[in-house]
């Protein structure tokens, strides 16, 4: 299918890896422009010579609004504009008991996980609205609608990232900028990559054991009983940032597996 956003510019946070990174390549095969983002881009500068199209990488840390600045202005500067953002940086905090966690530890989440979405609105959507035309998709979590007890921060961060994404998505459209979300669950990347080597030395099994235990004991939604591939993510966020999807807004997308057990968003 063409998403019909061939020589479109977007900027994409987090882009090292991961979501971000599946979503590079899958936009750069649609003849997207990108300015690819990361805190570290000495990988990612090496990364962006195998896409084959126009891609630049632009160090940026999202909890500064000078650096989110400074990248979107790097895209404007080498592109002209900024048609698309895809924000998928994000950490997921401090864990344990939520009422053990400290301000500071929520603060952090509350930092990188929803703030950092308000920095890049503040400063591409501008951009998008003069152009007419753009895409602002964040990656949300399934635990936003459904939290888990030893994750508060995380919960409390990207429900906060959601509700801002839902209302952003209210007066945007009169100006063409098309506003959403997407939900993943249990997606293998070097997030839940972590999660899983911790969670085999802390039950001395193999990390294959501690996937398959967790999917078990802790996504029981998920019936194929795998994780989630980052393309599977970036197919979706491909098609909320394309010209198809030009009738969906303020929407939240699960990539789930079924994760979430309810019907509501």
Request: charged residues 25%.
């Given at each position: ?69 400074a990248l979107v202005a790097a895209a404007v500067e080498r592109f002209g504009t900024v048609d698309i953002v ?134 029981p939604g998920i019936v194929q009983k795998r994780r989630g591939e980052a393309e599977e993510v970036a197919a979706v966020i491909a098609l909320l940032v394309s010209e ?22």
């Amino acid at each position: 299918m063409d998403l019909q956003i061939g020589g479109r510019v977007a900027i994409i946070t987090g882009a090292s890896d991961g979501m971000g990174w599946a979503t590079a390549r899958l936009l750069a095969q649609e003849g997207v422009r990108l300015v690819l983002s990361d805190v570290k881009t000495d990988t990612l500068e090496r990364e962006v010579a195998t896409l084959g199209g126009e891609a630049i990488a632009v160090k940026a840390d999202v909890t500064s609004q000078a650096e989110v600045d400074a990248l979107v202005a790097a895209a404007v500067e080498r592109f002209g504009t900024v048609d698309i953002v895809v924000h998928t940086a994000g950490i997921t905090g401090a864990k344990g008991d939520p009422l053990e966690m400290t301000d500071a530890d929520y603060e952090e989440a509350y930092r990188t996980d929803f703030l950092s979405a308000v920095r890049m609105a503040r400063a591409a959507v501008p951009v998008m609205k003069r152009g007419g035309w753009g895409r602002f998709v964040c990656v949300a979590s399934e635990n936003v609608v459904q939290p888990y007890w030893e994750e508060a921060t995380y919960n409390t961060a990207k429900a906060a990232l959601a509700v801002f994404m839902k209302g952003l998505s209210y007066k945007l459209a009169a100006d063409g900028v098309l506003v959403n979300t997407v939900a993943p669950a249990f997606i293998a990347t070097p997030m839940t990559d972590e999660m899983m080597k911790k969670r085999a030395e802390e039950k001395g099994v193999s990390f294959d054991e501690a996937i398959e235990s967790f999917l078990e004991e802790e996504r029981p939604g998920i019936v194929q009983k795998r994780r989630g591939e980052a393309e599977e993510v970036a197919a979706v966020i491909a098609l909320l940032v394309s010209e198809r999807a030009s009738f969906v807004n303020g929407a939240n997308m699960r990539v789930d597996g079924g994760s979430v057990q309810a019907v509501q968003n």
